[in-house]
């Protein structure tokens, strides 16, 4: 994150009926409304929950505009402190007390679940306002986006392999999915559907017991990043990819879900020294928040909005080309692109 302040709006508030610090940081509404989803977990401090909301919705500003989106980038953070225990009733009252803040803003900010929230969670906020998204279908949202992830992912994986190996089947390929949750799963089903050998990994063994159901290979998690593959796939946490972790990667394509992959920045060029092409998280990611906001904002119907996650596809290979005619990572071509949209529709 750069040194100045960069962010438009930033409310701290201590919720008035749970007590806790409730953070929405609104880091550009250039491009429209500022979106970014709801963290409910526990910090040291409550700085650093702030610290986290800074970077988030900077990233969010990022992703919205490479997506194509007419939206800037926010992130709501709700911090619980170390020993804080959350129960039903003060997981209730933080909610009520963040929809009266989201409702204070008057729709120049939406949010939806993130890390510790889910949709029925957006269910409590909407008593409020509409600025909530992804809220189960029968509240009139559009629910979990682990779905619409996995396609906006899948679509990304195709335009990568098309890149690397000149061909965007994978019929035949060999791909790692580090993490069968909600988008590994969907991501490794569109793989198999497509003839490829997916290799699962997880470190919860009733996730193995479900890839073994789906026919899948195990590989355990310490052995994921270097185990022989065309095409490996980080969705599981963050921070898996770093200057140690590079060398041992034996797939020449990485792109997933998993936010924050690159441990730093630098890392994305230690990616192409080492001949990987990494496809940026946050561009191969953005299917879900596409998605709903096609759907929950926009009115589309469903068939438009899954072509508009398809979309990602295209804009994958627009990064890659440009990458190549300009001799840059993928990571600096899609900075590029989200750069010059705020630029021309700042001026
Ligand atoms: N769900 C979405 O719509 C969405 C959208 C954008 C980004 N993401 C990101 O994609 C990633 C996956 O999201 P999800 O919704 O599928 O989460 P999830 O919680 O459903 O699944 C994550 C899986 O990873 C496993 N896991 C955790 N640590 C691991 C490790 N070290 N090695 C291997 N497996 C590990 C967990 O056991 C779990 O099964 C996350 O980083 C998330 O922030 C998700």
């Not at 509409?130 to 996995?150: F, K, R």
């Not at 050998?197 to 026919?215: E, Q």
């Not at 990819?241 to 920045?265: D, H, I, M, Y």
Request: glycine share 12%.
């Amino acid at each position: 994150m750069s040194q100045a302040f960069a962010h438009e709006e930033v409310v701290v508030r201590r919720g008035s009926r749970s007590g806790l610090p409730l953070i929405v940081a609104i880091h550009s509404r250039t491009l429209g409304p500022a979106v970014g989803g709801c963290r409910l977990r526990r910090y040291d401090t409550w700085q650093d929950g702030l610290a986290d909301a800074l970077r988030l919705s900077e990233a969010m500003t990022y992703k919205a505009a490479v997506a194509g989106l007419d939206f800037g980038g926010g992130k709501t953070v709700i911090a619980l402190g170390k020993d804080t225990e959350l129960t039903a009733d003060l997981r209730r009252a933080a909610l009520e007390d963040l929809g009266e803040l989201i409702a204070s803003l008057q729709g120049s900010y939406r949010t939806g679940p993130d890390i510790g929230t889910g949709p029925d969670d957006m269910v409590v906020l909407r008593r409020f306002s509409p600025y909530a998204h992804c809220a189960p279908v029968e509240h009139g949202g559009t629910g979990d986006s682990g779905g619409p992830t996995a396609t906006g992912v899948l679509a990304a994986l195709h335009a990568g392999a098309r890149h690397v190996f000149g061909d965007a089947s994978c019929t035949g390929r060999t791909v790692v999915v580090s993490g069968f949750g909600s988008v590994g799963s969907g991501v490794a089903a569109g793989l198999a559907a497509d003839g490829a050998h997916v290799v699962v990994s997880d470190v919860d063994p009733l996730r193995k017991k479900a890839a073994s159901a789906s026919g899948y290979r195990w590989v355990e998690p310490g052995h994921a990043l270097s185990a022989p593959a065309d095409i490996f796939v980080p969705a599981a946490v963050g921070g898996v990819l770093s200057k140690a972790t590079v060398p041992r990667l034996a797939a020449p394509l990485v792109v997933g879900p998993a936010n924050n992959q690159l441990t730093e920045e630098s890392v994305a060029d230690a990616l192409a020294e080492h001949g990987v092409v990494w496809i940026p998280d946050y561009v191969a990611s953005a299917g879900g928040i596409v998605y709903a906001l096609s759907r929950e904002s926009e009115h589309y119907g469903h068939e438009a909005a899954q072509k508009r996650v398809e979309g990602i596809g295209a804009t994958v290979s627009h990064i890659l080309d440009l990458a190549r005619s300009n001799g840059v990572t993928p990571q600096r071509a899609a900075r590029q692109i989200a750069e010059a949209r705020l630029v021309s529709a700042a001026s």
